[in-house]
């Protein structure tokens, strides 16, 4: 724990260090206002984890870590531009708190800072073409997910093929920076990746489940927002998997209304309907069972297992198998 | 001339060969769509040629090149929907014939993919760090246009600092690139750089004169269409400079007027007006002025004259000088 707060401390220092100022303050000031705002720092830290674990300088992985939290940041910027989501981490999102013009180009130039903070160390440029990876990879997962809100039957398999896109690939890429940074070799930082890849599947299925069964205080967004907007979440997919023909026409009804029908109420039936079909049951269950394809990724890490140990402490907590 | 079209043709032939597509489609036909329109290809052209100067392997500029102009068509794609343009090279835009979101998207995609091409030869880090910093450039530029809109008192200062970030910078990287690929050397470069800023005011400057002072078939673009959105280009600058009291007054209030006015009347009034006053040739001489100082640059590379040939030629044809 406390090399995970050290990093904590080290992520944050660098970040307050850091300029985001400059002119016009109209591109800057949303850049500032996004990255500065309280976060799990999530990616970068495991980045810097990854970059620790294989014995690498913390100075190096500090900047892809930056990176990685600019690029993060900048996805959500356009993110709530399309989603027309109001509010994020509690705060007014950029796009209502300024402008969508404004949110479409300080997300421009977020992800071209992020390129430019990925450049810099020794492997900046092995570091670049991993982000230009994974910043069309997210772009891919992002229009899936647009396309979802009008295609009539997604199936399970494409939604988690969008999940990994949009989320999944991003925690794998920054593990698999931090490795890189270190000079891991490549079979551990396949793994490494793999872990991402499950970690994140898991993470995105628990935010499926929280976005319902939790509250906005600690969420920090609408409760049943997903289904407010017709969101094709697994947790959907499942109801429908499990539900009877009428369950089933029902709820496929109930996810055509658009916001101006009474909201509260289609959440609510909606969420009575998951809970008579042990809907969150069955989506914990998946979950958990790519949170131990992850573990058993990192377990496959070819390093004596107090190398790992930081990781996998901070991935537990994440998970929730550590309180 | 042989040369000229010989790159042009090797260009072409580039970008043929490239896979613009992918899944899902929605992301990828908006890419091919725009990059793959007829279009000048000034950023590609003056990246080879300046490569081409200094000696250096066409194989690795072409990469650059390719950088450059899926760069360009990114920022079209995204100025599109900022500017709300249903025309764009007498096709409709991307956010039109699709929408916003898939614009922003899109758009988002090809910047990554810019960074990807410009990583892809020996040089590619250097080449993918001035990327990054012309993209922030021309963000910025782009804000600024923006702010302008409902800005009252733009000046003649302000407005150059603008298209200097938004148009010049981009020309100037690209021939810093191709000659940065060639291996030139830091003086010549800067040369070269600053070669580009002046041609780029100066295209500027005629591409506010052709937006009133040509047809749609020609320019592709609606006639007058700056004067209809409000734009404070430098003709409108300049007509406020050169105006009576009475004359500014009126243009400002003209200036106020909304698309739902009658639009027609408006541009032929604004047109009377710069006519009376002699604002055309008054933009001419400032942006004859600029094209002097680009090409004593070109003049102050030390190279001897016929390596400079081609791109002096390339030039001139865009600037008017030879027909």
């Given at each position: 724990m406390e090399k995970i707060k050290q990093l904590q401390q080290d992520f944050a220092a660098f970040l307050a260090q850091t300029d985001f100022g400059g002119n016009p303050k109209e591109l800057y000031e949303p850049i500032a206002y996004t990255i500065l705002q309280s976060g799990k720092r999530l990616?970068?830290?495991?980045?810097?984890?990854?970059?620790?674990?294989?014995?690498?300088?913390?100075?190096?992985?500090?900047?892809?870590?930056?990176?990685?939290?600019?690029?993060?940041?900048?996805?959500?910027?356009?993110?709530?531009?399309m989603d027309k989501a109001p509010m994020r981490r509690g705060m007014p999102t950029v796009y209502q708190k300024w402008n969508a013009d404004i949110a479409i180009l300080s997300g421009d130039a977020m992800l071209a800072k992020a390129f430019q903070y990925a450049l810099q160390p020794k492997k900046g440029a092995d570091l670049a073409h991993l982000l230009g990876k994974v910043a069309i990879e997210i772009?891919?997962?992002?229009?899936?997910?647009?396309?979802?809100?009008?295609?009539?039957?997604?199936?399970?398999?494409?939604?988690?093929e969008m999940i990994r896109l949009?989320?999944?690939?991003?925690?794998?890429?920054?593990?698999?920076?931090?490795?890189?940074?270190?000079?891991?070799?490549?079979?551990?930082?396949?793994?490494?990746?793999?872990?991402?890849?499950?970690?994140?599947?898991?993470?995105?299925?628990?935010?499926?489940?929280?976005?319902?069964?939790?509250?906005?205080?600690?969420?920090?967004?609408?409760?049943?927002?997903?289904?407010?907007?017709?969101?094709?979440?697994?947790?959907?997919?499942?109801?429908?998997?499990?539900?009877?023909?009428?369950d089933r026409r029902r709820l496929e009804y109930l996810f055509t209304l658009r916001m101006d029908h009474d909201e509260e109420e289609k959440i609510e039936e909606v969420q009575a309907l998951y809970d008579r079909l042990?809907?969150?049951?069955?989506?914990?269950?998946?979950?958990?069972?790519?949170?131990?394809?992850?573990?058993?990724?990192?377990?496959?890490?070819?390093?004596p297992e107090e190398k790992k140990a930081h990781l996998r402490t901070y991935a537990e907590l994440l998970s929730g198998r550590k309180k």
């Amino acid at each position: 724990m406390e090399k995970i707060k050290q990093l904590q401390q080290d992520f944050a220092a660098f970040l307050a260090q850091t300029d985001f100022g400059g002119n016009p303050k109209e591109l800057y000031e949303p850049i500032a206002y996004t990255i500065l705002q309280s976060g799990k720092r999530l990616r970068p830290m495991l980045c810097l984890l990854a970059n620790d674990m294989f014995g690498g300088e913390e100075q190096e992985a500090l900047w892809p870590a930056l990176a990685l939290e600019t690029f993060h940041n900048f996805t959500l910027i356009h993110d709530d531009i399309m989603d027309k989501a109001p509010m994020r981490r509690g705060m007014p999102t950029v796009y209502q708190k300024w402008n969508a013009d404004i949110a479409i180009l300080s997300g421009d130039a977020m992800l071209a800072k992020a390129f430019q903070y990925a450049l810099q160390p020794k492997k900046g440029a092995d570091l670049a073409h991993l982000l230009g990876k994974v910043a069309i990879e997210i772009c891919e997962g992002q229009q899936m997910d647009l396309n979802f809100e009008t295609l009539g039957n997604v199936t399970i398999p494409e939604y988690l093929e969008m999940i990994r896109l949009k989320t999944a690939v991003l925690l794998a890429t920054a593990l698999q920076m931090g490795a890189t940074v270190a000079g891991a070799d490549e079979a551990d930082i396949t793994h490494l990746y793999d872990f991402g890849i499950n970690l994140g599947m898991s993470f995105q299925l628990q935010d499926d489940i929280l976005d319902l069964y939790s509250d906005v205080a600690t969420f920090g967004k609408k409760h049943g927002g997903d289904i407010a907007e017709n969101k094709k979440t697994y947790l959907y997919l499942k109801a429908l998997e499990l539900a009877s023909e009428k369950d089933r026409r029902r709820l496929e009804y109930l996810f055509t209304l658009r916001m101006d029908h009474d909201e509260e109420e289609k959440i609510e039936e909606v969420q009575a309907l998951y809970d008579r079909l042990h809907v969150k049951e069955a989506v914990e269950k998946v979950m958990l069972d790519y949170d131990r394809r992850a573990f058993a990724e990192l377990d496959a890490v070819g390093l004596p297992e107090e190398k790992k140990a930081h990781l996998r402490t901070y991935a537990e907590l994440l998970s929730g198998r550590k309180k």
